[in-house]
């Protein structure tokens, strides 16, 4: 593992003691408290459990080991996480797997106080599981982009996911943008745009959510064709077969 200064752009190597065995493929998500958790992957000897995962704490350069339980879910890597919502859990989503993951166990949430795992309650129509997506969180929303695994007339390569409520979470296909002005003190709102001006903070919001939406689309769109074209000529360079007189 390195670390990169972005202050004197110096790199060093982190501990070793405790570290994971080596992997990739796996997810890894900073936490509030400094901590940068590593779950599952694949290694030498294939995918790896997930009934263990490590974390790094940044401040201290040392590593921990924490088993989990609970609802675990089988071994796999190439999946994505995120931070939960009430900053207290991981989500993850898909992945491969040595048996292709069935809708039913392509998500799970891990309660980072327990270390504990559960398949939360879902609503909506649930998605075919993917590998090789990425994942980020927008207001109430976990987006799911393009990928590996599913079929474009089942599924969009753009999936919402509705994690508001703890109890329940809901895919689903509308987007309410998060309000540019609630996320701003009233202090920094100049004064035509402050809350008593309700027509002014509505066609802020209009505005912002479409130039988010725009935004988000084109990122994810020129992310996700890259990510798909890497992995196409990495496989095509691992399925290569030489023959005589032709190398």
Known sequence: MHILDTINLSWKKASSIGAPSERDGYGA?????????????????GFLP???????????????????????????ATFSAILGLDRQSVIIFGGDSATPLSREIALYVLNLNKFRWRVPGISGKIPASRSFHRTLLIGNYMVVTFG????????????????????EYAWTTSFVPPSLTSQLPTSQ??????PTHPSSHSNINTIGGISIGVICGIALTVGGFFLYKQYKNRKERSTAISTPGNE
């Open 29 to 45: 998500v900073f936490l509030p408290n400094k901590k940068i958790i590593y779950i599952g992957g694949y290694g030498p000897n």
């Open 50 to 76: 997930l009934n263990e995962v490590f974390l790094y704490d940044t401040i201290n350069n040392s590593w921990e080991r924490k088993e989990t339980d609970g609802i675990v879910p089988t071994p796999r």
């Open 148 to 167: 590996l695994g599913y079929m474009r007339e089942d599924d969009n390569d753009i999936l919402l996911l509705d994690i508001s409520n703890n109890d």
């Open 189 to 194: 709102l100049p004064t035509s745009q402050s």
